[in-house]
Protein backbone atom coordinates (compact mmCIF):
# COMPACT_ATOMS: atom_id res chain seq x y z
CA UNK A 1 0.00 0.00 0.00
CA UNK A 2 1.05 3.34 -0.22
CA UNK A 3 3.28 5.14 2.98
CA UNK A 4 3.51 8.80 2.69
CA UNK A 5 6.67 10.51 4.81
CA UNK A 6 6.64 14.10 5.55
CA UNK A 7 9.37 15.95 6.72
CA UNK A 8 10.22 18.34 8.85
CA UNK A 9 7.83 17.07 11.91
CA UNK A 10 8.52 20.44 13.42
CA UNK A 11 9.39 23.79 11.42
CA UNK A 12 10.01 27.45 13.24
CA UNK A 13 9.99 30.28 10.81
CA UNK A 14 10.06 34.08 11.41
CA UNK A 15 7.40 35.96 10.46
CA UNK A 16 7.65 37.02 7.05
CA UNK A 17 9.92 34.11 5.93
CA UNK A 18 8.92 31.74 3.63
CA UNK A 19 8.13 27.61 4.95
CA UNK A 20 8.54 24.35 2.99
CA UNK A 21 7.60 21.34 3.93
CA UNK A 22 8.39 18.01 2.30
CA UNK A 23 6.64 14.94 1.58
CA UNK A 24 7.45 11.39 -0.54
CA UNK A 25 5.01 8.80 -1.45
CA UNK A 26 5.65 4.92 -2.46
CA UNK A 27 3.04 4.22 -5.22
CA UNK A 28 3.70 4.98 -8.16
CA UNK A 29 -0.11 5.32 -9.47
CA UNK A 30 -0.59 7.94 -6.38
CA UNK A 31 -2.50 10.69 -8.73
CA UNK A 32 -3.94 13.21 -5.74
CA UNK A 33 -2.11 15.22 -3.41
CA UNK A 34 -4.08 17.25 -1.03
CA UNK A 35 -2.45 19.52 1.82
CA UNK A 36 -4.70 19.84 5.15
CA UNK A 37 -4.14 22.44 8.05
CA UNK A 38 -5.09 21.39 11.43
CA UNK A 39 -5.23 24.25 13.60
CA UNK A 40 -5.17 23.43 17.57
CA UNK A 41 -8.37 21.82 18.73
CA UNK A 42 -9.88 21.90 15.14
CA UNK A 43 -11.20 19.43 12.55
CA UNK A 44 -8.41 19.38 9.51
CA UNK A 45 -9.19 21.17 6.30
CA UNK A 46 -8.00 21.41 2.73
CA UNK A 47 -6.14 24.22 1.79
CA UNK A 48 -4.85 23.07 -1.46
CA UNK A 49 -4.48 20.45 -4.27
CA UNK A 50 -2.47 18.74 -6.91
CA UNK A 51 -3.27 16.20 -9.68
CA UNK A 52 -0.53 14.62 -11.13
CA UNK A 53 -0.93 16.35 -14.72
CA UNK A 54 0.26 19.23 -12.81
CA UNK A 55 3.60 20.33 -11.75
CA UNK A 56 2.73 23.20 -9.64
CA UNK A 57 -0.25 24.67 -8.62
CA UNK A 58 -0.58 28.33 -6.84
CA UNK A 59 -3.33 30.13 -4.38
CA UNK A 60 -1.96 33.48 -3.28
CA UNK A 61 0.52 32.60 -0.58
CA UNK A 62 0.64 29.44 -0.60
CA UNK A 63 1.77 27.03 -3.46
CA UNK A 64 2.45 22.92 -3.90
CA UNK A 65 5.25 21.49 -6.23
CA UNK A 66 4.82 17.85 -7.70
CA UNK A 67 7.95 15.97 -8.81
CA UNK A 68 6.55 12.44 -10.50
CA UNK A 69 9.30 11.32 -11.20
CA UNK A 70 11.08 11.25 -7.99
CA UNK A 71 7.92 10.80 -6.31
CA UNK A 72 7.81 13.56 -3.94
CA UNK A 73 5.94 16.78 -3.68
CA UNK A 74 6.26 20.03 -1.53
CA UNK A 75 4.01 22.92 0.21
CA UNK A 76 5.77 26.24 0.19
CA UNK A 77 4.18 29.45 2.39
CA UNK A 78 5.81 32.59 1.56
CA UNK A 79 5.45 35.86 3.33
CA UNK A 80 4.40 33.42 6.73
CA UNK A 81 2.07 35.08 9.11
CA UNK A 82 1.15 34.25 13.14
CA UNK A 83 -2.02 32.24 11.72
CA UNK A 84 -0.36 30.21 9.43
CA UNK A 85 0.89 28.30 13.28
CA UNK A 86 -1.09 25.05 12.61
CA UNK A 87 0.23 21.11 11.96
CA UNK A 88 -0.01 20.65 7.75
CA UNK A 89 -0.56 17.10 6.31
CA UNK A 90 0.30 16.22 3.05
CA UNK A 91 -1.59 13.16 1.30
CA UNK A 92 -1.70 10.85 -1.70
CA UNK A 93 -4.40 8.66 -3.32
CA UNK A 94 -4.73 6.81 -6.41
CA UNK A 95 -8.35 7.32 -6.50
CA UNK A 96 -9.58 4.23 -4.86
CA UNK A 97 -10.39 5.37 -1.52
CA UNK A 98 -7.30 4.71 -0.01
CA UNK A 99 -6.39 8.28 0.83
CA UNK A 100 -2.64 8.10 2.53
CA UNK A 101 -1.43 11.08 5.11
CA UNK A 102 1.67 12.25 6.46
CA UNK A 103 2.68 12.38 10.51
CA UNK A 104 2.40 15.98 9.96
CA UNK A 105 4.73 19.14 10.26
CA UNK A 106 4.32 21.56 13.31
CA UNK A 107 4.46 24.97 11.87
CA UNK A 108 5.20 27.74 14.23
CA UNK A 109 5.65 31.34 12.46
CA UNK A 110 7.42 33.74 15.06
CA UNK A 111 5.86 37.73 15.62
CA UNK B 1 -20.07 24.14 9.82
CA UNK B 2 -18.23 22.07 7.04
CA UNK B 3 -21.34 19.71 6.75
CA UNK B 4 -19.38 16.78 8.37
CA UNK B 5 -20.40 16.68 12.09
CA UNK B 6 -19.68 14.10 14.67
CA UNK B 7 -20.96 13.19 18.21
CA UNK B 8 -20.04 13.13 20.34
CA UNK B 9 -17.32 16.00 20.67
CA UNK B 10 -15.66 14.27 24.15
CA UNK B 11 -16.27 10.55 25.44
CA UNK B 12 -14.70 9.48 28.80
CA UNK B 13 -15.44 5.29 28.71
CA UNK B 14 -14.25 2.23 31.25
CA UNK B 15 -12.93 -0.94 28.99
CA UNK B 16 -15.89 -2.84 29.44
CA UNK B 17 -18.48 -0.24 28.43
CA UNK B 18 -20.09 -0.19 25.31
CA UNK B 19 -20.35 3.31 22.88
CA UNK B 20 -20.98 4.61 19.79
CA UNK B 21 -19.58 7.16 17.78
CA UNK B 22 -21.76 9.60 14.96
CA UNK B 23 -21.38 11.05 11.81
CA UNK B 24 -23.07 12.43 9.70
CA UNK B 25 -22.62 14.95 6.28
CA UNK B 26 -25.51 16.60 4.06
CA UNK B 27 -23.07 17.34 1.43
CA UNK B 28 -24.70 14.76 -1.02
CA UNK B 29 -21.47 13.11 -0.93
CA UNK B 30 -20.78 8.90 -1.61
CA UNK B 31 -18.03 8.06 0.50
CA UNK B 32 -17.24 8.02 4.13
CA UNK B 33 -14.50 7.39 5.93
CA UNK B 34 -13.49 6.66 10.02
CA UNK B 35 -9.36 7.83 11.20
CA UNK B 36 -8.02 7.56 13.77
CA UNK B 37 -5.41 10.42 15.13
CA UNK B 38 -3.15 9.72 18.06
CA UNK B 39 -0.04 11.85 18.89
CA UNK B 40 2.53 12.22 16.72
CA UNK B 41 1.35 9.02 14.28
CA UNK B 42 -0.34 9.85 11.08
CA UNK B 43 -3.66 9.89 10.47
CA UNK B 44 -4.81 5.95 10.47
CA UNK B 45 -7.17 4.94 7.73
CA UNK B 46 -9.78 2.56 9.48
CA UNK B 47 -13.02 2.42 7.39
CA UNK B 48 -14.18 3.49 4.34
CA UNK B 49 -17.90 2.77 2.97
CA UNK B 50 -18.76 3.85 -0.54
CA UNK B 51 -22.44 4.00 -1.52
CA UNK B 52 -22.80 2.40 1.91
CA UNK B 53 -20.93 -0.36 1.25
CA UNK B 54 -17.32 -1.36 3.24
CA UNK B 55 -14.92 -1.20 0.42
CA UNK B 56 -11.73 -1.22 3.17
CA UNK B 57 -10.78 -2.41 6.77
CA UNK B 58 -7.52 -1.86 7.49
CA UNK B 59 -7.08 -4.34 10.09
CA UNK B 60 -8.98 -2.57 12.60
CA UNK B 61 -9.33 -4.83 16.23
CA UNK B 62 -12.89 -6.31 15.95
CA UNK B 63 -13.68 -3.81 19.15
CA UNK B 64 -14.32 -1.05 16.55
CA UNK B 65 -17.19 -2.16 14.84
CA UNK B 66 -18.87 0.27 11.94
CA UNK B 67 -21.97 0.78 10.62
CA UNK B 68 -23.37 2.99 7.28
CA UNK B 69 -27.35 2.49 7.33
CA UNK B 70 -27.24 5.42 4.46
CA UNK B 71 -24.92 7.73 2.34
CA UNK B 72 -25.41 10.36 5.29
CA UNK B 73 -24.92 8.48 8.95
CA UNK B 74 -22.08 6.80 9.78
CA UNK B 75 -21.45 5.57 12.95
CA UNK B 76 -18.11 3.53 14.81
CA UNK B 77 -19.23 0.82 17.60
CA UNK B 78 -16.50 0.32 20.53
CA UNK B 79 -16.68 -2.35 23.04
CA UNK B 80 -13.98 -3.88 25.48
CA UNK B 81 -11.52 -0.88 24.66
CA UNK B 82 -8.01 -0.57 25.49
CA UNK B 83 -6.13 2.54 27.28
CA UNK B 84 -3.99 2.42 23.98
CA UNK B 85 -7.60 3.07 21.88
CA UNK B 86 -7.60 6.96 23.43
CA UNK B 87 -7.11 8.96 20.36
CA UNK B 88 -9.26 11.76 18.39
CA UNK B 89 -11.70 9.84 15.77
CA UNK B 90 -12.22 12.02 12.73
CA UNK B 91 -14.71 11.18 10.16
CA UNK B 92 -14.45 12.34 6.98
CA UNK B 93 -16.65 12.27 3.21
CA UNK B 94 -16.05 12.63 -0.22
CA UNK B 95 -17.30 12.77 -3.55
CA UNK B 96 -17.15 8.97 -4.74
CA UNK B 97 -13.53 7.97 -5.09
CA UNK B 98 -10.50 9.80 -3.41
CA UNK B 99 -9.71 12.23 -5.93
CA UNK B 100 -11.24 15.27 -4.31
CA UNK B 101 -10.61 16.51 -0.72
CA UNK B 102 -12.11 15.25 2.12
CA UNK B 103 -14.54 16.99 4.35
CA UNK B 104 -13.49 16.22 7.78
CA UNK B 105 -15.61 16.29 10.51
CA UNK B 106 -14.17 18.13 13.96
CA UNK B 107 -13.68 14.20 15.41
CA UNK B 108 -14.73 12.65 18.79
CA UNK B 109 -11.57 12.96 21.91
CA UNK B 110 -12.31 9.53 23.50
CA UNK B 111 -10.22 8.83 26.48
CA UNK B 112 -10.26 5.14 27.65
CA UNK B 113 -10.12 4.54 31.24
Known amino acids: GENVEQHPSTLSVQEGDSAVIKCTYS??????FPWYKQELGKRPQLIID?????GEKKDQRIAVTLNKTAKHFSLHITETQPEDSAVYFCAASTGNNDMRFGAGTRLTVKP | ETGVTQTPRHLVMGMTNKKSLKCEQHLGHNAMYWYKQSAKKPLELMFV???????ENNSVPSRFSPECPNSSHLFLHLHTLQPEDSALYLC????????????FGSGTRLTVV
Open chain 1, 50 to 54: IRSNV
Open chain 1, 27 to 32: DSASNY
Open chain 2, 92 to 103: ASSPLGANYGYT
Open chain 2, 49 to 55: YSLEERV
